[in-house]
């Protein structure tokens, strides 16, 4: 599986994202810059890392939505190929308009770092088929806009095509519906705020987000 | 030639940051505020005959989200 991790100024999560795909898959991501204008042609999986790229200045996202680099991850998307964007990287996508709605500040008005329970939603995806529909996980979050908005009729289309992967167990920062990760219509591209990455080996303290990794390495085996 | 672009949250869209202004007024005694909702404002300086179509087009692809967000365009000031 080849894989690559898109790095913007301001990126922090990249490593650990690069760390996560070489652990699983076997083989070492392609780091590319924000500048780039085109990926591979081959490219299997496409990771959008979390960060404060740009500086968040104008909207969390909108500067790295709009860098050259977008536009190729947007084509390799439309191709199939799967890209996984993690808190910065779910803003960056939202903004891109490769995901239906957007990210508010937290409801709360404060940076929330910490663990969090979650729901699996949907085990019948490329990212999350290595967990049981229902199933209790774990993943930290660390986001200061993670307040999940879209209208009514977006949230019931995301609810009724199986489209919410991931739903917080818990209030974390106010997002509707307490979503925490959804998919595209076509499945292959997955926005989520929590961090996997960070949760994948036994020093971690948790490895339930190692799954997800193995699963999308997995749906590519089964998928080649 | 100058623009103003005000960027404001759709009625409806949680606006933390008005709210917690709106405790500080209210923590300074100003109790006659309903309701606080902060924007933002940026300034253009453009080139002398910028179409108001490319002036749109910079708000919808980059300085608003239209998901949650409204624009309005003021011109020449």
Known sequence: MKSAVIVFPGSNCDRDLAVAFEKVSGRKPEMVWHRETELPDDIDLIGVPGGFSYGDYLRSGAMAARSPVMQAVAKAAERGAFVLGICNGFQVLTETGLLPGALLRNAGGHFVCRDVALTVENSQTAFTSRYETGEAITYPVAHHDGNYFADADTLDRLEGDGRVALRYAEQVNGSARNIAGILNDTGNVLGMMPHPERVIEPAHGCTDGRRLFEGLVESFLTKA | ?77
């Open chain 2, 1 to 77: 030639m100058k623009a103003r672009i005000f960027v404001t949250l759709k009625g409806g869209v949680l606006d933390p940051q008005g709210r917690a202004i709106h405790h500080a007024l209210e923590g300074l005694g100003f109790d006659a505020v309903n309701d606080v909702r902060a924007g933002k404002l940026i300034e253009l300086d453009l080139a002398d005959g910028t179409s108001d179509e490319d002036i749109d087009a910079m708000c919808k692809k980059l300085l608003a989200n239209t998901v949650i967000e409204n624009y309005r365009i003021e011109k020449g000031i």
